[in-house]
């Protein structure tokens, strides 16, 4: 059979499409996406923070609607709904022993809170801003920071003991946006929105030492900072993507990876101190090796942004906070098996 000219174009115009439908049917199925454990929802705006009891058994988030939530993790099901700040609750955290949690509001307080009854217990004034609170390993002290100093309060008495002198930069340009203990609770480590990472000496109570994490403007800021297991590395992301890793004792820049499209918000390192989880506002999770550094797994976590990550104390399931800013929030719980075996097959 003869074909005209113009009918052997359409043939080959058919068979062309025929063959990228199936290409593009085979690339959906290469870069098939993990179902999520689990998906709490509640909140009418991003969830900013998470953090689990040690027992693993109570999940708290913090949300920029100004409320906090309980939920069984067992069960998936809301056990509370802590109402008291007036602007957003950027950061919660547990006492070691899973009975009192505190968040730190952008209304300036800090507020304590009876776990199990569900009930404010105490709120006192930081003075500036609230990013970030977290307790030492004793639950004897909080510390909050923000747009100022760095305090430590004495839970017993909610008095403060002790002040981290942060003098502000023009603009509040260096504020705290991130901070991580070491397991032994003696070195604090605080990424800034100036591009810095400092590192504090919590028995001398004095900064130990400053790291220039970037000089460009537009990468400024370190949302989010994680020590290793050991504490001799401080993981950190920061707005351009980037995740670096940095030696404690040398102040050295061991590792640097292009992780994400957009800044890196959320950093956690699993309890056996192998994989560290980042995720960003590309809506993007990535699980990498912490010794090699290598990507073992990368899926999208969240529609808009990840704001929050962290491992359960078993380090099975990876816990991830998000949403889309004002409209809603939502908190994942992901299966930590499931996602490496999942990697492993791409």
């Not at 505190?102 to 009854?117: F, I, Y």
């Not at 400053?210 to 800021?221: A, G, Q």
Request: hydrophobic share 40%; with cysteine; glycine share 12%.
């Amino acid at each position: 059979m003869q074909f005209t000219p113009r009918a052997r174009w359409l043939v080959s115009f058919v068979i062309a499409g025929a063959g990228f439908c199936l290409l593009e049917r085979r690339s959906s199925l290469s870069a098939q996406e993990p179902k999520e454990r689990g998906s709490l929802e509640g909140h009418t705006a991003v969830v900013s923070s998470v953090a689990i009891t040690a027992d693993g058994k109570t999940l708290a988030s913090g949300s920029y609607d100004t409320t906090i939530k309980f939920w069984d993790t067992a069960t998936g099901k809301e056990t509370a709904t802590l109402r008291g700040h007036r602007g957003g609750v950027h950061s919660v955290a547990f006492t070691p022993d899973g009975k009192t949690l505190a968040s730190g509001s952008q209304d300036d307080t800090v507020r304590l809170w009876d776990v199990d009854k569900g009930s404010e217990t105490a709120a006192f004034k930081h003075g500036y801003h609230i990013r970030r609170v977290v307790f030492t390993p004793d639950g004897r002290t909080l510390i909050s920071a923000g747009e100022g100093p760095i305090k430590l309060w004495d839970v017993a008495t909610l008095k403060e003991k002790a002040t981290l002198d942060l003098v502000m930069k023009k603009a509040n340009t260096n504020l705290v946006l991130s901070m991580a203990l070491t397991a032994d609770g003696k070195v604090l480590g605080t990424g800034h929105g100036d591009g810095t990472l400092k590192l504090w000496d919590l028995t001398a109570l004095k900064e130990t030492a400053t790291l220039r994490v970037t000089d460009k403007p537009s990468e400024r800021h370190v949302p989010s900072v994680a020590f290793t297991v050991d504490g001799k590395m401080l993981a950190c992301g920061i707005s351009h993507g980037t995740v670096k890793l940095w030696d404690v004792v040398t102040g050295q820049e061991n590792a640097s990876i292009e992780a994400h499209r957009a800044r890196v918000w959320g950093i956690a390192i699993s309890p056996d101190g192998k994989t560290l989880a980042s995720g960003g506002w590309d809506g993007k999770i990535k699980l990498w090796d912490v010794a090699t550094l290598k990507e073992r797994a990368s899926f999208t976590g969240h529609t808009d942004r990840v704001y929050a990550l962290a491992f359960t104390p078993d380090g099975k399931t990876l816990i991830s906070g998000g949403g889309i800013q004002t409209k809603r929030g939502e908190t994942k719980l992901w299966d930590v098996a499931a996602l490496l075996k999942l990697g492993a097959g791409k």
